[in-house]
């Protein structure tokens, strides 16, 4: 496949892709509850208690809780189910995948000088995923909506594009093939020109006027009822190494640094068939193909304490610093159409076979506070409490003073949202058994709430000690709401699919003592 680099065009593409696709941004911002199965069980409720490598990744200084040097690796079974409502028509997809999602190491060493007060000191290491990208869901429906101010059909993403534009500027030259005339338009001109080459080479507009200085447009569909068939298929995730120092002064109060390497794959295919029976359409059938593929590297530290209160009860504070992203980003399109011709239905494809590799931008996700407390009954159980808040609205690309991130960071400063998130975990030991529970919400990081809605979820899981080895095993699930249009408009309102998400997990922990 040939590979498109517009690095003439930066700015103008990239002000189509980011102004309508800011949720690919937040994606770089969120994180799930991933790790050991003992802090899946407890929700991830871990921030005042430490002794355990995910709850490092969560507070640095919990790497000291450790009595002794540890290490442990964790697997899960991921699932995930979505069923979606597209006009009053359900459909379900799910899958699941095993996957390895943690692995690291904490050691510790101890302070012989008895004059000295600092009791022990922790060197660290864990890997762990921090969120799964794999998804998919299909939308089917009658679209019958009758809303003047509401565009049903995928024509007027196509006009939308070609509207203002020169002819001349968006279709191809009598000597150009169809890959040629969408390389050297998105060369010139940008991904707002492409799509309108595609709309205007499928058949699905056609000029006011043939001539080459002609702006106006007209659609090749006439307005009525339209079925859609839409299909998302998404894989990938995003991990962090963490490496970890930490000490532990009077045996009362732990403090602890993490430093972190992000890094984050996705790849996304969408394909949108429409079709119509509405009088006067010239263009029956559009089928529409979108490829996006994303990779990001970052850096953050941590910065945690722990300090005991008394000797039962325990409280946490850490600050995450922002993350400071690389993004690389491909895309690649089709379009294909069945027009209504005198001698019966034809077909066009229109496959350009281009990549296009777009500019390296800069994205800061937002920092991030975490309180907690937690209450240890000797030593038969805990209950423990987590409150962080994470103002989404901060995320930005970099650098601020370009006229460009300088929009787009308005966009999402008027999109996003101050978000909390609560997290409720409990631990009691029957001899060498342990029961566990948790319970989490966190509230949507959109400000209207709909586009993403806010995410309940609990989790439960049982720990057998053998002395220097543990295992243990979990379930958690949450579940939230999302809205997501089957195409972007810059103007007009687009049809979209309600999806309700469940994430069900099942992770086992083998960890010892080293």
């Known amino acids: 496949m040939k590979k498109l680099n517009l690095l003439f065009i930066g700015i103008l593409s990239m002000s189509t892709v980011y102004a309508q696709e800011i949720s690919d941004v937040l994606r770089y911002s969120q994180s799930e509850i991933h790790g050991t199965a003992r802090f899946r069980a407890m929700s991830g409720a871990f921030g005042a208690l430490g002794g355990d490598l995910s709850a490092v990744s969560l507070n640095p200084a919990g790497s000291v809780v450790f009595n002794q040097s540890h290490a442990a690796i964790t697997g899960s079974v991921v699932g995930t189910d979505n069923t979606t409502e597209y006009f009053n028509n359900y459909t379900n997809s799910n899958e699941s995948k095993f996957q390895i999602n943690q692995g690291g190491a904490a050691f510790i060493f101890r302070n012989n000088d008895r004059s000295s007060e600092w009791s022990k000191f922790a060197l660290s290491f864990n890997y762990e995923r921090t969120n ?19 565009s049903n059909s995928v024509a007027s993403y196509f006009f939308d594009y070609a509207d203002g534009k020169r ?20 060369d010139e001109f940008g991904f707002a020109h492409q799509q309108g080459f595609l709309g205007y080479e499928s058949y699905i507009l056609d000029p006011e006027f043939d001539d080459d200085e002609n702006t106006a447009y ?26 970890n120092l930490a000490t532990q002064y009077k045996n009362v109060l732990s403090l602890g640094l993490n430093l972190n390497s992000h890094f984050m794959r996705y790849d996304r295919a969408t394909i949108l068939l429409e079709d119509n029976n509405n009088v006067g359409s010239y263009v029956n059938s559009i089928d529409f193909r979108n490829n996006l593929t994303s990779r990001a590297a970052g850096f953050s530290f941590q910065l945690g304490a722990i300090v005991k209160l008394t000797p039962e009860l325990r409280a ?26 005198v001698n019966g239905p034809e077909s066009i494809l229109i496959a350009p076979g281009i990549l296009n590799v777009y500019p390296r931008y800069n994205l800061q996700s937002p920092s991030r506070f975490t309180g907690s407390l937690a209450y240890v009954f000797a030593k038969r159980g805990i209950l423990s409490f987590n409150y962080s808040n994470t103002n989404y609205s901060k995320t930005k690309l970099t650098p601020t003073y370009d006229p460009f991130f300088a929009d787009q960071n308005d966009i999402m400063s008027n999109t996003f949202t101050n978000a909390s998130t609560y997290r409720i975990g409990a631990e009691y030991k029957i001899k060498q058994i342990s029961l566990r529970g948790g319970y989490r919400f966190e509230e949507s990081p959109y400000l209207n709430q709909t586009t993403v809605g806010d995410l309940t979820g609990y989790s439960f899981g049982i720990g057998f000690n053998f002395g220097n080895f543990r295992l243990d095993l979990a379930y958690d699930r949450a579940e939230r709401d999302s809205q997501n249009n089957l195409y972007n408009l810059n103007f007009g309102t687009a049809p979209s699919a309600n999806v309700n998400t469940e994430n069900q997990n099942f992770t086992f922990t083998l960890a010892f003592n080293i």
Do not use: C
């Open 132 to 150: 799964n990208h794999n998804s998919s869901w299909t939308a089917r429906g009658l679209n019958d909506t009758q809303d003047p101010d509401f």
């Open 316 to 341: 946490g504070l850490t600050y995450d610093s922002p993350t400071w992203y690389s993004v690389d980003e491909e895309t690649s399109q089709s379009v294909s159409t069945v027009r209504d011709e």
């Open 218 to 243: 007209f659609s090749n569909v006439e307005p009525g009822n339209f079925n859609h068939n839409y299909t998302y298929i998404a894989s990938g995730y995003s991990s962090k190494m963490s490496f």
């Open 167 to 186: 002819l001349v500027d968006i279709s191809a030259l009598p000597d150009e093939t169809i890959s040629q005339a969408y390389r050297n338009i998105g």
